[in-house]
């Protein structure tokens, strides 16, 4: 039985993907090297474009949305010397994005609240009472800007270990090439 | 060992309170944007009017336009006018674009150039 819990928007995947990339990266290597966030989110929208057929597009956006995935593993892992995976999936109309890592205590408990929220209330509002209240705006951002769904599971420790968060966006491909 | 360098740069322009932005601004936190911007809060709190121009800036993450969005708050409170300038080319700028204007409606950010 699974004891997953499952918090936002966390769009279940099709089948089998078009295409796909995944990379493990450890937490340590991108606190001491902040560029390798981007030099993975760089190399995983680079691997995916030639799904698409507005490359350049497609390219900046699906960096911009695994930086701020891979950004956010580094900020937010409860032990850095842990790997992290972190993945895109492209199904056609639906591109999905992830990262999985164990997360610190105050990570979870911050998703369990801001999940929901973009969830069900307007992305506008949320990024505008976040960045009001000077809480973290990656996650809002996503949903604002790229019309994304976010959610995650939480997977429940192991004795004495962390929490295991996969943190999922999914955004259409029209979105992904802004057409 | 030398520093890698950046791989973004601030620069004034030609006129005052004008400012040229370039390059992958994905800083790590809320201190490294606050050096890479003092210069530009630094003008606003002397000037009447600033603009930045982020066409080149290749990316922006969200620490950056948290960062960002300081200064036009800042910028608001010193009764300054900011101008941005952006490129309808580049995704992150137009999404910006939109986002400033629910935000900041007395701010312009011009996304044609």
């Known amino acids: 039985m699974s004891n997953l819990t499952v918090l936002g928007a966390f769009h279940e995947a099709p089948a089998q993907p078009l295409s796909a990339i995944e990379m493990e990266v450890v937490p340590i290597d991108l606190v001491t090297e902040w560029r390798r966030c981007g030099m993975i989110a760089d190399f995983m929208a680079d691997y995916m474009v030639y799904g698409f057929e507005r490359r350049e597009t497609a390219r900046s956006v699906l960096s911009t949305v695994m930086n701020e995935l891979v950004e956010n593993a580094a900020k937010f892992s409860a032990d850095a010397r842990t790997p992290a995976r972190a993945s895109i999936r492209n199904h056609g109309e639906v591109v999905l994005l992830e990262i999985r890592n164990e997360a610190s205590d105050k990570h979870v408990a911050s998703l369990k609240e801001l999940l929901p929220v973009l969830a069900h209330d307007d992305a506008t509002a949320v990024f505008r009472q976040r960045l009001q209240d000077r809480r973290g705006l990656g996650l809002a951002l996503l949903a604002r800007d790229y019309r994304a769904t976010v959610g995650a599971t939480v997977e429940p420790a192991d004795a004495g270990g962390k929490a295991t968060v996969c943190l999922r966006v999914a955004m259409s491909a029209a979105e992904v090439e802004q057409r | ?113």
């Not at chain 2, 708050?73 to 490129?87: D, I, M, N, P």
Request: some cysteine.
């Open chain 2, 1 to 113: 060992m030398k520093a890698p360098r950046p791989d973004y740069s601030v620069d004034a322009g030609q006129s005052p309170g004008t400012w040229l932005l370039r390059g992958v601004m994905r800083l790590e936190s809320p201190e490294a944007y606050a050096r890479a911007f003092e210069p530009i809060v630094a003008s606003l709190t002397k000037l009447p009017a600033i603009s930045l121009d982020l066409s080149q800036v290749v990316f922006l993450n969200s620490s950056g336009i948290r960062a960002l969005a300081d200064v036009l708050l800042l910028a608001r409170e010193k009764r300054c006018q900011v101008t941005l300038f952006g490129s309808a080319a580049v995704p992150w700028q137009k999404k910006l674009a939109s986002s400033l204007t629910a935000l900041f409606p007395e701010f312009v950010m011009r996304v044609d150039r």
